[in-house]
Nanobody, 124 residues
């Protein structure tokens, strides 16, 4: 059983930045691929970004490419999502997820454990 705890969400004006963190309880965190998803009200959960176990491979949704950056610190069992140039349409609950897959899955079914989510609200 792996536990994931997200933090760093909040209210920000359009054009601002937030940095989300996700701390994992996995004893072998460095062997896991990590992902960030988001779910806006009335919409399905969607893939935002993912990072391989080594950090050498990152994948982004087209909607966030160039604005968001995913990174990880394996020594601290933590994955980050730096979000810049935020837009009102980025408003959602953001979830981190973990998988043993060697490549970054874009679908929810590719992940084994999920965090409880953190709310991000971007005002116009």
């Amino acid at each position: 059983q792996v536990q994931l705890v997200e933090s760093g969400g909040g209210l920000v004006q359009a054009g601002g930045s937030l940095r989300l963190s996700c701390a994992a309880s996995a004893r072998t965190f460095s062997r896991y691929t990590m992902g960030w998803f988001r779910q806006a009200p009335g919409k399905e959960r969607e893939f935002v970004a993912g990072i391989s176990w080594s950090g050498g491979s990152t994948v982004y949704a087209d909607s966030v490419k160039g604005r968001f950056t995913i990174s990880r610190d394996n020594a601290k069992n933590t994955v980050f999502l730096q979000m810049n140039s935020l837009k009102p349409k980025d408003t959602a609950v953001y979830y981190c997820a973990i998988t043993r897959a060697m490549i970054v899955p874009r679908g929810q079914q590719g992940y084994d454990y999920w965090g409880q989510g953190t709310q991000v609200t971007v005002s116009s």
